[in-house]
């Protein structure tokens, strides 16, 4: 399937700070043919990396995880943000450009020995991705890989990912 991601993504610069760009896929979600298509395409990227379970990482990946899941016919998970999940849950705690962040994911979970694909909406130094690899391998799942709508490649996300034995597929990418 040839799609086009960035004709569906407003770019804001400056935004969050001085020198970033702010890449929002919100217009692709707007329009239901749009929605399908980038679904469709994610499920062909995502398919030769044969998940058996999709982790949706809170909170952005959440939109595509469970959408993608049912289309290749898999189960869903959640990787939260600290204080998000009840029961017992497991934590990796990891560093932001701004401060620290932490992960989790319940260890009822069933993923023990099942091939975990990772979802977000976007990579760029890789470290939330990163600390959800970690999670899952933790709880004794096996990493597929992680999909991604954008992927910012100037900023290291992939080869830190590749390190950790976590293939990365894109729909879009930019240097920075």
Excluded: W
Excluded at 74 to 79: D, K, L, N, S
Excluded at 140 to 160: D, P, Q, S, Y
């Amino acid at each position: 399937m040839d799609f086009n991601l960035d004709n569906h993504i407003s770019k804001t610069p400056d935004f969050p700070k001085d020198g970033i760009t702010f890449y929002d896929f919100s217009p692709a979600l707007e329009d239901g043919v749009i929605l399908r298509q980038m679904m469709d395409a994610l499920c062909e990227i995502s398919s030769p990396l044969k998940p058996d379970v999709i982790a949706g990482i809170d909170a952005r990946g959440f939109l595509f995880a469970t959408p993608l899941a049912m289309a290749m016919g898999c189960g869903a998970v959640m990787v939260r943000k600290k204080g998000k999940l009840p029961g017992d849950v497991i934590e990796k705690s990891y560093a932001l450009e701004y401060g620290e962040a932490t992960l989790s994911l319940q260890t009822s979970r069933q993923i023990k020995g099942k091939r975990i694909l990772l979802v977000d909406d976007l990579l760029a130094t890789g470290g939330t991705v990163s600390a959800s690899v970690d999670l899952i391998k933790q709880a004794g799942g096996i990493i597929a890989g992680t999909a991604c709508l954008i992927e910012l490649t100037g900023l290291g996300g992939r080869a830190i990912l590749a390190d950790k034995g976590c293939p990365v597929v894109s729909l879009q990418s930019y240097e920075f």
